[in-house]
């Protein structure tokens, strides 16, 4: 059975950081590659970034390039997203979720992903 179950959502303040995981089950990171979004309400979902095993990249929104890095994480059996100096702009609920492929083709289209997880919160206050 297929699952992505994320954890790591906070509170934080501007400038701090929060590092999420993304923990997966049947399957493998090297038969898809993982993708993390974000939303917020009265917005359409967002791609934030894309991380494949298999091509060994990641790629990334301009808004977090350098500041978030996305990549595979033994110890959550799965991937994270470690999201540095945080801003007024980042809060939503970010998911993980499953690419249909094993590289990072077209992840910014939610249409290429087949599963996802629940969400997690993440706010920042000033």
């Known amino acids: 059975q297929v699952q992505l179950v994320e954890s790591g959502g906070g509170s934080v303040q501007t400038g701090k950081s929060l590092r999420l995981s993304c923990r997966i089950s049947g399957f493998t990171l090297e038969q898809h590659a993982i993708g993390w979004f974000r939303q917020v309400p009265g917005k359409e979902r967002e791609a934030v970034s894309c991380?494949?095993?298999?091509?060994?990249?990641?790629f990334y929104h301009f808004a977090v390039e350098g500041r978030f890095t996305s990549a595979f994480d033994s110890a959550a059996k799965g991937g994270y997203l470690q999201m540095n100096r945080l801003n007024v702009l980042d809060p939503g609920v970010y998911y993980c979720?499953?690419?249909?492929?094993?590289?990072?083709?077209?992840?910014?289209?939610?249409?290429?992903?087949?599963?996802w997880g629940q969400g997690t919160q993440v706010n920042v206050f000033v």
């Open positions: 991380f494949s095993t298999a091509g060994q990249n990641s």
């Open positions: 979720a499953r690419l249909k492929y094993d590289r990072c083709y077209n992840y910014g289209s939610d249409y290429e992903y087949d599963f």
